[in-house]
């Protein structure tokens, strides 16, 4: 891989990283609700971002995670929406 390759595939995972962690920041300290479009959809692009970066890696068990993750956010998604 290159060494662009690697730093843009790094810096998807960090952004997710920082919306995961923002958006528990923000659930913990009340300033958002956990049905909230905002905070679901945060935590969907973490999870998808920081996947990105897993599957280049190959964390098979911490992609696992971010699946679940995902899917658990979409789903919370839909149900705020309909």
Request: glycine share 6%; charged share 5%.
């Amino acid at each position: 891989m290159t060494k662009t390759k690697t730093i843009i595939i790094e810096t998807v995972g960090w952004m997710g990283t920082v919306l995961i962690v923002l958006a528990y920041f923000l659930i913990s300290n009340a300033y958002v609700v956990g049905d909230s479009f905002v905070y679901q959809l945060m935590n969907l692009s973490g999870a998808v971002f920081l996947g990105i970066s897993l599957v280049v890696k190959k964390a098979w068990p911490a992609l696992t995670l971010q699946v679940i993750w995902s899917v658990i956010a979409v789903w919370a998604l839909v149900t705020i929406w309909t």
